[in-house]
Nanobody, 125 residues
């Protein structure tokens, strides 16, 4: 069966960096766009970043642009989110996701078919 297993995250002070990884199995990884979403307490899950099937395109939420970088390795079946200059507002549970829909809708969580288990990231002020 399809599995997306996340690692990384944790507790960091404002201004620090963290790296999230997500390893996929049970699917043809290069057939899927990959995305990262996050959900803060009491809020809806929101788009953070996405990368196209072969990594040629990326997109970011305005709130993380210039601070976060998404990348993928289609040999290792992994997608990574490098988070720099973290802010307390970045505190959330982060989820990776795999979707086979068109790139145009890669910001829309409804387009994703498979999800990771979630990883807590906490940024202290």
């Amino acid at each position: 069966q399809v599995q997306l297993v996340q690692s990384g995250g944790g507790l960091v002070q404002a201004g620090g960096s963290l790296r999230l990884s997500c390893t996929a199995s049970g699917l043809t990884f290069s057939s899927y766009h990959m995305g990262w979403f996050r959900q803060a307490p009491g809020k809806e899950r929101e788009f953070v970043a996405a990368i196209s099937r072969y990594g040629g395109n990326t997109r970011y939420a305005d709130s993380v642009k210039g601070r976060f970088t998404i990348s993928r390795d289609n040999v290792k079946n992994t997608v990574t989110l490098q988070m720099n200059s973290l802010e307390p507002e970045d505190t959330a549970v982060y989820y990776c996701a795999a979707g086979a829909a068109t790139w145009d809708t890669s910001f829309d969580l409804r387009q994703y078919d498979y999800w990771g288990q979630g990883t807590q990231t906490t940024v202290s002020s």
